[in-house]
């Protein structure tokens, strides 16, 4: 079964520094992983994701994630913070061929973005 | 494109009474459907998968006579809580994805609050 592991509860990071969520996986087949963030009472929101291709993709909001098939690892990154990115992010994966389609979920990291 | 909906937004409920929860795609056709539950500051769990016509397929531990899913079309799913009580309180949200390929498009939520 696909697992995801998002080993941090916590980002704090002032604004204008760069920001890291980590996120590493684990599949039986071929790993199709996804971004989301989560604001308050809200549902979620993609924002990127990784099929094939380039190991580095870019995703709305100035974010961008880079795919490590040897380290299994989808880490999200966002060169400059801004305070509005404070949120709740998730990173999902997706084992293809095998899963019938569903997500397993991170735990999710809240992201602090401090003025 | 790809806007999922969600209604009611918010319900508060007595117990021992029954609650709808609707999801549609607006803009294109969803083969498949999920439901997921989520509690405060926690990730999401998925309850049950539903594909268009087909009775929907549970996840362990979610009971089927509890929670009942139907997806009569491909732009609508339903998830009825039956003899909802406290413990049932929680975020409810639904995605939906059209083929085998695509990302999840998650609803906006809705809230079930039982007294």
């Known amino acids: 079964a696909q697992s995801v592991a998002q080993p941090e509860d916590q980002v704090n990071v002032a604004e204008g520094n760069p920001l890291t969520v980590k996120c590493t996986y684990s599949?039986?087949?071929?790993?199709?992983l996804f971004w989301y963030v989560q604001y308050p009472n809200r549902g979620l929101q993609f924002l990127l994701k990784?099929?094939?291709?380039?190991?580095l993709v870019k995703g709305s909001y100035g974010f961008e994630a880079e795919f490590n098939k040897s380290q299994t690892s989808f880490h999200l990154k966002k060169p400059s913070a801004l305070v509005s990115d404070s949120a709740l992010y998730f990173c999902?994966?997706?084992?293809?061929?095998?899963?019938?389609?569903?997500?397993?979920f991170g735990k999710g990291n809240q992201v602090v973005v401090i003025p | 494109g790809a806007v999922v909906s969600q209604h009611p937004s918010w319900v508060i409920c007595k117990s021992g009474t029954s609650v709808k929860i609707e999801c549609r795609s607006l803009?294109?056709?969803?083969?498949?459907m999920f439901w997921y539950r989520q509690f405060p500051k926690q990730s999401l769990m998925l309850m049950a998968t539903?594909?268009?016509?087909?009775?929907?397929?549970?996840e362990q531990g979610v009971e089927k006579d509890k929670f009942l899913i139907n997806h009569a079309s491909l732009t609508l799913s339903t998830l009825t809580v039956t003899s909802a009580h406290p413990e049932d309180s929680s975020f409810y949200i639904c995605?939906?994805?059209?083929?085998?390929?695509?990302?999840?498009?998650f609803g906006p939520g809705t809230r079930l609050t039982v007294l």
């Open positions: 995605s939906a994805a059209s083929g085998s390929y695509n990302e999840q498009f």
């Open positions: 599949v039986s087949g071929n790993p199709y």
């Open positions: 990784y099929i094939t291709g380039d190991n």
């Open positions: 999902a994966v997706r084992d293809f061929p095998y899963g019938n389609n569903r997500l397993a």
């Open positions: 803009d294109f056709q969803a083969t498949t």
């Open positions: 539903s594909n268009e016509g087909s009775k929907a397929t549970y």
